[in-house]
């Protein structure tokens, strides 16, 4: 019992972060279910299936707080869900952590990249400019359903920072967009767990548990991204995209001590907390208590 309410609170927490930065719940409770010594397939499979729910509620709510552009996960949810369903269904015969170093090498450099735009680039609002190709939007929804399935999370990681790249669309209609069009991949990637794997290998438990979290957080997520101002969030992002990629990196370089690695996280945790109070600090310069927060940075 101690455990399932733990994973609840995990749940949560995973949630509150995924639905306000677009990114984590996958890689952070498939995590937690690995260190438990739940088999690969399985915590995948679990955490889909609690996502089935979770991204649901939270595609509800960022409907009803305006963060979702329509037109972006039109465009994006069928091509993620064909990914998301081949890779659940072959999940067991690919050499998924002989690509986890490029894929997040190339994500750790786009980090980089999204955190000091919002950082360091003028505060000023970002309107639709309806540059979305459909064709740039189906195959990284192809691509992101994909490595979701064979990672246990990656829908978000790959797909948030690189729409934020872009310059196209706000960063809260980022978000939820992303947030909104993960139920069908999340459904797709279900189905195909179920069908290689089977009802009984699904452990149910942690999925109930994960979803009573994320269910409860849903709602609190959107209503942040829709007061948060959106350069902070592009901030905390692309700290976000930095310190979840690092792990994958340092795994893959030998030469580098494990002794080293708690060093490295600290410098990088402090970094990005220094550059989240930076950027608070630049907000409140540039808008006075009176004027709105739902500027974007561009």
């Not at 790959?158 to 809260?172: A, F, I, K």
Request: with cysteine; charged share 10%.
């Amino acid at each position: 019992m101690q455990k399932l309410i733990v994973l609840a609170l995990i749940g949560f927490a995973a949630q509150l972060v995924d639905g306000s930065l677009g990114m984590a719940y996958g890689v952070t409770s498939s995590s937690l279910l690995l260190m438990f010594g739940i088999a690969p397939s399985v915590a995948s499979a679990s955490v889909h299936m609690a996502e089935v729910v979770t991204t649901a509620a939270s595609g509800v709510s960022h409907l009803r707080f305006g963060n979702v552009d329509k037109y972006t996960v039109s465009r994006l949810v069928i091509p993620g869900s064909i990914g998301a369903f081949v890779g659940a269904c072959f999940l067991s015969q690919l050499p998924g952590d002989l690509v986890k170093p490029y894929v997040s090498a190339f994500l750790f450099l786009l980090g980089i990249y999204v955190l000091i735009r919002f950082l360091f680039g003028p505060i000023k609002v970002v309107k639709d400019s309806g540059k979305k190709p459909t064709g740039f939007l189906a195959g990284l929804g192809l691509l992101a359903g994909f490595l979701d399935s064979t990672g246990g999370g990656g829908w978000g990681p790959l797909t948030t920072p690189v729409l934020l790249s872009r310059q196209d669309l706000e960063t809260r209609k980022v978000i939820g967009s992303v947030d909104t069009s993960e139920f069908a991949v999340a459904t797709a990637a279900t189905i195909g767990f179920i069908i290689s794997l089977g009802w009984e290998n699904i452990s149910w438990p942690w999925v109930i548990a994960l979803m009573a979290g994320g269910i409860v957080a849903a709602p609190i997520a959107a209503w942040l991204v829709r007061i948060i101002p959106s350069h902070l969030l592009g901030v905390a992002v692309g700290g976000l995209i930095i310190v979840t990629n690092v792990k994958t990196l340092l795994g893959s370089f030998s030469f580098i001590p494990e002794s080293a690695h708690t060093g490295i996280y600290f410098i990088l945790y402090i970094g990005w907390f220094a550059a989240i109070a930076y950027a608070v600090i630049k907000h409140k310069k540039s808008h006075p208590p009176s004027s709105g927060i739902t500027e974007a940075s561009e």
